[in-house]
T-cell receptor, first 114, second 106 residues
């Protein structure tokens, strides 16, 4: 079956712009989580969605937002981009939001802010 | 609050040597713990989870609730084990440590 798909793979934006990243989970998966990955900080949790509802949110400013659609696809948006937002953004999908469920990761979207 | 700490950014060993990747966690409840691995140019993927008590690719990890640790071990490292390893904790959300790069030298 198809894995988690993230689009686009690469993005270059300028400071002050906004960006929308997309994630298509594995078919049948209802939980989607987003992470920011940087060399120094590792994977930082952004938010988690389950059945179109945000279950949890990490410690990121309000410029970072997301949503999940009825088909479980998810988008995250970053407004007023800053240089420090340059990172690899990873999406992970899970069948459920249960404690021991495995998360399957996409290949990520590499965002560069100039 | 949930927290995962991996104290080593880099662990370099020779082929055939034992490996131990350290992971300590903080969580007030009963967490689920995982090890994820990212090989070069591949996606992050699950290596093992503590609830399964399984050995994957020769790796094992034991949950020590007293020491709040979940160290990853392998008795004899192989070159193909070279990768980035992340310890993860699932409480009310799935969070990751900062990762340890394991480099196995020939």
């Amino acid at each position: 079956k198809a894995g988690v798909t993230q689009t686009p793979r690469y993005l270059i934006k300028t400071r002050g712009q906004q960006v929308t990243l997309s994630c298509s989970p594995i078919s049948g998966h209802r939980s989607v989580s987003w992470y920011q990955q940087t060399p120094g900080q590792g994977l930082q949790f952004l938010f988690e969605y389950f059945s179109e509802t945000q279950r949890n949110k990490g410690n990121f400013p309000g410029r970072f937002s997301g949503r999940q659609f009825s088909n479980s696809r998810s988008e995250m948006n970053v407004s007023t981009l800053e240089l420090g937002d340059s990172a690899l953004y990873l999406c992970a999908s899970s069948l459920t939001a249960d404690m021991n469920t495995e998360a399957f990761f996409g290949q990520g979207t590499r965002l560069t802010v100039v | 609050a949930q927290r995962v700490t991996q104290p080593e950014k880099l662990l370099s060993v020779f082929k055939g040597a034992p490996v131990e990747l350290k992971c300590n966690y903080s969580y007030s409840g009963s967490p689920e713990l995982f090890w994820y691995v990212q090989y070069s140019r591949q996606r992050l993927q699950l290596l093992l989870r503590h609830i399964s008590r399984e050995s994957i690719k020769g790796f094992t990890a034991d949950l020590n609730k007293g020491e709040t640790s979940f160290h990853l071990k392998k008795p004899f490292a192989q070159e193909e084990d070279s990768a980035m390893y992340y310890c993860a904790l699932r409480g009310n959300k799935l969070i990751f440590g900062t990762g340890t790069l394991l480099a196995v030298q020939p």
